[in-house]
């Protein structure tokens, strides 16, 4: 597959997916990092005379009433600032004229697409027909969205020569890195609230490291199979997800590692206990101790997942002690995940670890599957 940097790409009109999902709190966006990052290939391609169509997704669209609060009016408000651009009310009506006189457009929320009907989100080739014959070249540039293969990140590759933005650039190169790494011990830290979520990655993940350290709500869901006290932790109840806890605790037990001592609140009291002296009512918050030497072993580190509630003081001490041990180790370290990038951006450790990637899910399957849905699908499918 191709990438952008290694072709020309001038005087075209270009259909640019990127990934503008950022979170928004009180009307206003709390990190802006995804839509900075695009700014390299957009600003390229206008600079080579293309007009740019940018396509993306924002939220989740389940309803009609979803379309009024995950519009990308708000993205295209903070865009307006660097860019000439003009904003398309509706993904499925695009105006001719209108996209041949100007030079760069923001098309609504390409998830509008799935009220009534699913379309967007089961890659419909009609709509990925539509969006093409607007343009003569797709670029994809949305690296967190390449985990879904959908009309916009991958249907559209069979109508359009389709190459690789810089972003996609960036973070598979320095991905690739991890997922062929040959280096042990190969440590991976998971962390974060959604063992639901992460548990098929932790599967995959488990093949590959030597070492896997469990840690924040995660781990609680482990705990618990175990057979510990965990008061009134968060927790997965869902029978499958612990019945494949179990499978995984069975057969990777001597790979697991955690925390020997947790931060607790017993009644609104925070304490540091053992895990055995964990009792009906705690909450907890684990403390990463005891685990510097593994560590310190490490040639190779993966980490996503913060070690407790970060945003909160009195429950960021995991987080914040896990950051230092694994800057003070001499390992690669590779962090990929919104809030876990967050946690070292908030220490200042940005330029501690080797790298720091803008996917969540994305970077998660594509260390743990070496494969994304949306780039498999372009290499069967595009021209
Ligand atoms: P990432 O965004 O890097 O993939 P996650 O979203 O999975 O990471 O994890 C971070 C979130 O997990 C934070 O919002 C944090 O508050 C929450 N979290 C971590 N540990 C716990 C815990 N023990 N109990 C409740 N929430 C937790
Ligand atoms: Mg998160």
């Given at each position: 597959?191709?990438?952008?940097?290694?072709?020309?790409?001038?005087?075209?009109?270009?259909?640019?997916?990127?990934?503008?999902?950022?979170?928004?709190?009180?009307?206003?966006?709390?990190?802006?990092?995804?839509?900075?990052?695009?700014?390299?290939?957009i600003?390229?391609?206008?600079?080579?005379?293309?007009?740019?169509?940018?396509?993306?997704?924002?939220?989740?669209?389940?309803?009609?009433?979803?379309?009024?609060?995950?519009?990308?009016?708000?993205?295209?408000e903070?865009?307006?600032?660097?860019?000439?651009?003009?904003?398309?009310?509706?993904?499925?009506?695009?105006?001719?004229?209108?996209?041949?006189?100007?030079?760069?457009?923001?098309?609504?929320?390409?998830?509008?697409?799935?009220?009534?009907?699913?379309?967007?989100?089961?890659?419909?080739?009609?709509?990925?027909?539509?969006?093409?014959?607007?343009?003569?070249?797709?670029?994809?540039?949305?690296?967190?969205?390449l985990?879904?293969?959908?009309?916009?990140?991958?249907?559209?590759?069979?109508?359009?020569?389709?190459?690789?933005?810089?972003?996609?650039?960036k973070?598979?190169?320095?991905?690739?890195?991890?997922?062929?790494?040959?280096?042990?011990?190969?440590?991976?830290?998971?962390?974060?609230?959604k063992?639901d979520?992460?548990?098929?990655?932790?599967?995959g993940?488990?093949?590959?490291?030597?070492?896997?350290?469990?840690?924040?709500?995660?781990?609680?869901?482990?705990?618990?199979?175990?057979?510990?006290?965990?008061?009134?932790?968060?927790?997965?109840?869902?029978?499958?997800?612990?019945?494949?806890?179990?499978?995984?605790?069975?057969?990777?037990?001597?790979?697991?590692?955690?925390?020997?001592?947790?931060?607790?609140?017993?009644?609104?009291?925070?304490?540091?206990?053992?895990?055995?002296?964990?009792?009906?009512?705690?909450?907890?918050?684990?403390?990463?101790?005891?685990?510097?030497e593994?560590?310190?072993?490490?040639?190779?580190?993966?980490?996503?997942?913060?070690?407790?509630?970060?945003?909160?003081?009195?429950?960021s001490?995991?987080?914040?002690?896990?950051?230092?041990?694994?800057k003070?180790?001499?390992?690669?370290?590779?962090?990929?995940?919104?809030?876990?990038?967050?946690?070292?951006?908030?220490?200042?450790?940005?330029?501690e670890?080797?790298?720091?990637?803008?996917?969540?899910?994305?970077?998660?399957?594509?260390?743990?599957?070496?494969?994304?849905?949306?780039?498999?699908?372009?290499?069967?499918?595009?021209?």
């Amino acid at each position: 597959m191709n990438y952008l940097s290694k072709v020309d790409v001038t005087n075209k009109r270009v259909l640019l997916r990127c990934d503008f999902n950022v979170s928004i709190k009180n009307g206003v966006i709390t990190d802006t990092s995804k839509i900075d990052k695009s700014l390299d290939t957009i600003n390229y391609l206008l600079n080579n005379k293309n007009t740019v169509i940018l396509l993306s997704h924002f939220g989740r669209v389940k309803t009609e009433d979803d379309k009024k609060s995950n519009s990308l009016k708000i993205v295209y408000e903070y865009l307006k600032e660097f860019l000439d651009l003009e904003f398309v009310e509706d993904p499925t009506t695009i105006d001719k004229v209108q996209v041949s006189n100007k030079k760069c457009f923001l098309i609504e929320n390409t998830r509008f697409t799935d009220v009534p009907e699913k379309r967007e989100s089961i890659n419909d080739l009609e709509l990925a027909k539509y969006w093409s014959e607007f343009a003569d070249v797709f670029v994809i540039d949305a690296f967190a969205s390449l985990h879904r293969a959908h009309s916009s990140t991958a249907g559209v590759s069979n109508y359009l020569p389709t190459y690789l933005g810089f972003l996609v650039e960036k973070e598979l190169t320095n991905l690739e890195k991890l997922v062929k790494n040959s280096k042990h011990p190969f440590l991976v830290i998971m962390g974060g609230a959604k063992v639901d979520d992460k548990l098929g990655i932790i599967e995959g993940l488990l093949k590959k490291c030597d070492k896997l350290i469990l840690t924040g709500g995660i781990l609680n869901t482990f705990l618990k199979v175990m057979g510990y006290n965990i008061g009134k932790s968060l927790v997965s109840d869902n029978g499958e997800i612990l019945r494949n806890v179990e499978k995984i605790i069975n057969e990777s037990k001597n790979k697991i590692f955690y925390s020997s001592k947790f931060i607790v609140n017993r009644l609104n009291n925070v304490l540091e206990v053992d895990l055995e002296d964990i009792q009906n009512d705690d909450i907890i918050y684990d403390n990463i101790i005891n685990l510097d030497e593994i560590i310190n072993a490490s040639k190779i580190v993966f980490l996503n997942g913060t070690s407790g509630k970060y945003e909160i003081d009195e429950y960021s001490k995991g987080t914040e002690k896990l950051l230092y041990d694994l800057k003070n180790s001499s390992a690669e370290v590779y962090v990929g995940g919104g809030d876990s990038v967050s946690s070292v951006i908030s220490l200042g450790f940005e330029n501690e670890f080797k790298y720091l990637s803008s996917g969540g899910g994305a970077t998660l399957e594509y260390v743990s599957d070496s494969k994304l849905k949306a780039l498999e699908y372009i290499r069967e499918h595009n021209l």
